[in-house]
């Protein structure tokens, strides 16, 4: 017998044993819902088919703000690879992300890592550490970066967090506005987060600021700005 070759190249083989696993799942949610008892069971199943159809919805998005992100610098696709011990937990954690500010935020991440000129460093902490973030971790981080610009010799520069999250301020800022307002527990809350997760710290100044509580001051740690820099985009340092 003569076998055919395949026009499509194994995408509709693959595309079929998708189909067969998705049922497969579906199938293994409903079987597992069989271990409650009553009415219950049947709940589980039917919540396991609407995690399915999430879970696709999610992946679709992913797919079109990649592309989207892709379009603005001029790319069809990636130009590098990312290892499956980095590539594989991000698009896990992408596609479960329900929030679209912070699914945009992996998207970059994926984006970025899959640039070859991009000069980013993929790391595996990035996933971890963007998974444990809230949509008000990413603003205020990205507040503090803003606002403290890096100087090689003199490291990064201490920022207030008063303001946060509209906006953090340099230290060498002296107004009494600024420097005298408290942090809300919402944003202290979200500042302990990222000293926990490496990408602030917390301190006070020498001078007249001996005192001040040292979560009034932050600075950015060097994971923490490498950490920005992978999950944003700016054309202006993009290599012609």
């Not at 039917?46 to 919805?57: A, I, P, Q, S, T």
């Not at 991009?118 to 790391?123: A, D, F, L, P, V």
């Not at 500042?191 to 990408?199: A, F």
Request: proline share 5%; charged share 25%; hydrophobic share 40%.
């Amino acid at each position: 017998m003569i076998e055919v070759p395949d026009p499509t190249g194994g995408w509709a083989k693959a595309t079929e044993a998708t189909a067969n696993v998705s049922k497969e799942a579906v199938q293994a949610g409903r079987d597992l819902g069989r271990f409650i008892s009553g009415p219950a069971g049947e709940i589980v199943g039917m919540f396991w088919d609407y995690l399915k159809v999430v879970r696709f919805e999610r992946q679709v998005r992913l797919a079109e703000r990649v592309q989207h992100f892709l379009a603005e610098r001029g790319m069809d696709g990636p130009t590098r690879t990312i290892t499956l011990k980095i590539g594989l937990p991000l698009l896990d954690y992408a596609t479960l992300e329900e929030d679209d500010a912070l699914q945009d935020v992996w998207a970059r991440l994926l984006v970025n890592g899959g640039d070859a000129d991009s000069g980013i460093e993929m790391r595996r902490a990035f996933v971890s550490v963007l998974a444990e973030m809230t949509p008000l971790d990413v603003r205020n981080l990205a507040a503090i970066e803003r606002a403290s610009p890096f100087d090689l010799r003199a490291g990064s520069i201490s920022v207030w967090t008063g303001n946060l999250p509209d906006e953090a301020c340099p230290v060498s800022r002296r107004d009494v506005n600024v420097y005298s307002q408290l942090p809300t527990l919402e944003v202290l809350t979200s500042l302990s987060n990222l000293e926990r997760l490496g990408c602030i710290y917390s301190g006070q100044e020498d001078g007249d600021l001996r005192g001040v509580s040292p979560i009034k001051i932050v600075g950015l740690t060097p994971f923490g700005r490498a950490f920005v820099q992978a999950c944003t985009y700016n054309s202006v340092n993009r290599p012609e």
